[in-house]
């Protein structure tokens, strides 16, 4: 069994927050593997300050982090039926780096939320986010966690039986994905 490489990107800040918490629980399901959580607090993306100071420091950092994983995990809340700004900001920024490290890489999407549709929106956002920068989405089966407040138990743990199962199954298809090359 191989070790690979996850890097993984919650679309909250929050140190606590739910989709870091769903991350973690990927990892762990996935199995043995390195992990590293990504750093998305940027500066608002703006051509002038691209311009008058190149390409900030931390987002060349991400990009070579998804440039250097094997894969990479995107775990996302939903603001209003949409992907958060500072995910999409991120995404904004390091398609401005050179080359696309996005290009080929397996990706795995999941979404954590405290409404009812766990997400389900702010997913098909990320999807056409995605989209333009050709990464191997690895998709299916849909992993939403509604009501994610009340969906870990003290230790972290996801304690939502269903979202638990679909995670594992995605999880191992992003797996097989690696192992096969």
């Given at each position: 069994?191989?070790?690979?490489?996850?890097?993984?990107?919650?679309?909250?800040?929050?140190?606590?927050?739910?989709?870091?918490?769903?991350?973690?629980?990927?990892?762990?399901?996935f199995?043995?593997?390195?992990?590293?959580?990504?750093?998305?607090?940027?500066?608002?993306?703006?051509?002038?300050?691209e311009?008058?100071?190149?390409?900030?420091?931390?987002?060349?950092?991400?990009?070579?982090?998804?440039?250097?994983?094997?894969?990479?995990?995107?775990?996302?809340?939903?603001?209003?039926?949409?992907?958060?700004?500072?995910?999409?900001?991120?995404?904004?920024?390091?398609?401005?780096?050179?080359?696309?490290?996005?290009n080929?890489?397996?990706?795995?999407?999941?979404?954590?939320?405290?409404?009812r549709?766990?997400?389900?929106?702010?997913?098909?956002?990320?999807?056409?986010?995605?989209?333009?920068?050709?990464?191997?989405?690895?998709?299916?089966?849909?992993?939403?966690?509604?009501?994610?407040?009340?969906?870990?138990?003290?230790?972290g743990?996801?304690?939502?039986?269903?979202?638990?199962?679909?995670l594992?199954?995605?999880?191992?298809?992003?797996?097989?994905?690696?192992?096969?090359?």
């Open positions: 069994m191989s070790t690979f490489t996850l890097l993984g990107i919650s679309g909250s800040l929050r140190q606590d927050a739910c989709n870091r918490r769903l991350l973690r629980e990927a990892v762990r399901a199995g043995p593997a390195e992990f590293i959580e990504a750093d998305i607090r940027f500066p608002l993306y703006d051509a002038d300050l311009e008058a100071e190149g390409i900030p420091a931390p987002v060349q950092k991400l990009a070579d982090q998804i440039a250097e994983a094997d894969a990479v995990l995107i775990s996302t809340p939903e603001y209003n039926k949409n992907l958060p700004g500072v995910l999409k900001n991120a995404l904004d920024w390091v398609s401005r780096t050179k080359g696309n490290p996005w080929g890489k397996p990706v795995a999407l999941m979404a954590a939320a405290d409404g549709a766990g997400g389900e929106r702010a997913m098909n956002s990320l999807v056409l986010c995605m989209m333009p920068f050709r990464p191997r989405l690895v998709y299916g089966p849909e992993v939403f966690v509604a009501g994610c407040r009340s969906a870990f138990d003290e230790e743990r996801l304690n939502d039986a269903g979202a638990e199962k679909f594992g199954l995605l999880m191992g298809k992003l797996r097989r994905t690696l192992e096969e090359g």
